[in-house]
């Protein structure tokens, strides 16, 4: 059995080919109709009106002629389409190492707070009168406001940064498009 299957497949294979060689050579003409029915049932009304056959022809003509401009808009678009995607992928990647960063500067100011915050209630329990644990508790406020609005700072400073990287790609396509359009 495995033999009568090893010689039916090289047949069917060569009749793929043989099929395929004809197509091949109908591919060799110079304009593509969009439909070869309707290219067949034109050059039929060709035949049998005259000024069809003109009018057939003209545009067989400017189809021809106008099929490299075609292949430059496509391949302009395409190139103008694969910039987008490559700037946005850019944008993507910007912001989430740039928000990375911001994480890790969060968890960094959040176990140092924790640390100063543990030191800081050792000292209050270490208190002695009402008056001692009154100051300990305002200078702990105050350091914790203090520190509060310098990460404020911080981070919001990163943010911007983040943020004006990030979007960088996205100027500078947005420019080359801008000034395409306006050439």
């Known amino acids: 059995m495995a033999t009568k299957t090893e010689k039916k497949k090289p047949a069917k294979t060569a009749a793929k080919t043989a099929k395929s060689k004809p197509a091949s050579a109908k591919a060799a003409s110079t304009v593509i109709p969009f439909s070869p029915m309707a290219a067949e049932a034109l050059q039929a009304m060709s035949k049998q009106t005259p000024e069809f056959k003109t009018y057939y022809s003209a545009m067989e003509t400017a189809m021809s002629n106008y099929k490299d401009q075609y292949e430059k808009m496509a391949g302009d678009a395409s190139a103008a389409v694969k910039q987008s995607v490559e700037s ?13 960063a911001i994480l890790k500067t969060c968890m960094e100011m959040a176990q140092e707070s924790a640390e100063r915050n543990s030191a800081a209630m050792k000292n209050l329990m ?3 009168t009402l008056n001692e ?3 300990a ?3 702990l406020v105050q350091a914790n406001v203090d520190e509060a609005m310098s990460a404020a700072t911080k981070i919001s ?4 940064k983040v943020c004006t990287e990030a979007c960088e790609p996205l100027n ?6 801008m000034s ?4």
């Open 88 to 100: 946005y992928v850019q944008f993507g990647t910007s912001m989430m190492k740039g928000y990375e």
């Open 126 to 128: 270490a208190c002695r």
């Open 133 to 135: 644990a009154a100051d």
């Open 137 to 139: 508790q305002n200078k």
């Open 157 to 160: 400073e990163m943010a911007i």
């Open 172 to 177: 500078e396509q947005m420019t080359k498009s």
């Open 180 to 183: 395409k359009m306006s050439a």
